[in-house]
């Protein structure tokens, strides 16, 4: 549905956007995440038509932005950090007139207003100005804009600024739904709405692509160890001695003195499963254990991570494996054509 290959976007020396390459498959919602001033505004400007490339292709649906931008915006909505408003219309009236630029016909268009409005849950301020909204309904009104016209694409950058919680919430619902018909590309710095909403995720650090991945794939890659949380009533130091006895545990610390119970956070190798070996040494010991758990980590945590790393050295090590696995792919071309020679 949306193919970048290697897009670059360059500002006299300086490379917002440096030769990056990934695909988003229809009806996928993809997270797309990176620090303030990482290029994500700058890639999604692009893929609407909106900023030109210095170098490299988008393709929507088969056509190129470059080549075919009427054709790619008939079937993209954009909803951008900052809404395109004219904030001296009523709701209707720029919906209206949105409808009008986006060529919707003639006899769908009031039932299409009205129905997006009605998703979007804007219909009771229809007739009120733009400019005496609140940020939140500001927001809402900028969500449905993109959506007229039924676009194929969905590209949403933070579409729930300003939302309260109840209303970030029937936001993120109405995304994912959105997500059965539509593909959508999805921008924000709540990570919990990403973890939430998206199946895939793209990590970009100063302009380059440094992760690929599941929310859940992002935050086992960056985990250094396994960490549980260990809930014991028994004497402080002797229940530590215990634990640090126990084969494979790295590290033993109390995290926290509960009424009952202490809670312990102990460390061991990535590998290594400490739930049998605890649970045993504590009945030896005649500690009883009150609650054991595994600490993860949370997206946040990984986004952090892996944004802290040398995106150029990423993408060396990106470049390095694509190389091993062209190699690999040779090897075996000759090992067939061998084959193949001694079947003769």
Do not use: W
């Amino acid at each position: 549905m949306i193919e970048v290959l290697n897009l670059t976007k360059s500002y006299g020396q300086i490379k917002a956007v440096k030769d990056l390459n990934f695909t988003v498959e229809k009806g996928e919602i993809l997270g797309f995440l990176g620090p303030n001033g990482a290029g994500k505004s700058t890639t999604m400007n692009m893929i609407t038509g909106y900023l030109p490339s210095t170098s490299g292709t988008v393709k929507v649906s088969g056509y190129d932005v470059s080549v075919d931008p009427a054709e790619v915006k008939r079937r993209v909505g954009y909803l951008p950090e900052q809404p395109p408003l004219y904030t001296d219309l009523t709701v209707k009236e720029y919906l209206d007139f949105v409808s009008d630029l986006k060529k919707v016909e003639r006899k769908k268009k009031k039932s299409q207003v009205s129905d997006v409005m009605e998703l979007v849950k804007i219909s009771d301020v229809g007739h009120r100005l733009i400019r005496n909204l609140s940020k939140g309904y500001k927001q809402r009104v900028g969500l449905a804009q993109a959506l007229i016209g039924n676009p194929e694409v969905l590209i949403l950058d933070e579409p729930t600024v300003g939302l309260d919680p109840t209303q970030i919430i029937e936001v993120r619902k109405l995304i994912k739904a959105l997500g059965k018909d539509h593909t959508i590309i999805l921008s924000s710095h709540i990570m919990q709405e990403i973890s939430a909403v998206c199946e895939r995720i793209i990590i970009i650090n100063k302009g380059q692509i440094v992760a690929v991945d599941t929310p859940e794939n992002l935050t086992k890659s960056v985990e250094g160890s396994a960490v549980y949380s260990v809930k014991i009533d028994g004497p402080e130091a002797e229940v530590i001695k215990a634990l640090k006895g126990i084969k494979g545990v790295n590290s033993v610390k109390e995290n926290a003195k509960l009424e009952d119970a202490i809670e312990f956070l102990v460390e061991a190798d990535k590998e290594v499963d400490l739930r049998k070996p605890i649970f045993f040494e504590m009945a030896k010991h005649g500690y009883p254990i009150l609650e054991i758990k595994t600490v993860n980590i949370n997206l946040e945590e990984a986004f952090l991570k892996i944004t802290s790393k040398d995106p150029n050295a990423i993408a060396n090590n990106n470049q390095e494996n694509i190389k091993e696995d062209t190699d690999d792919e040779e090897v075996s071309e000759q090992e067939i054509s061998e084959e193949e020679k001694g079947d003769e």
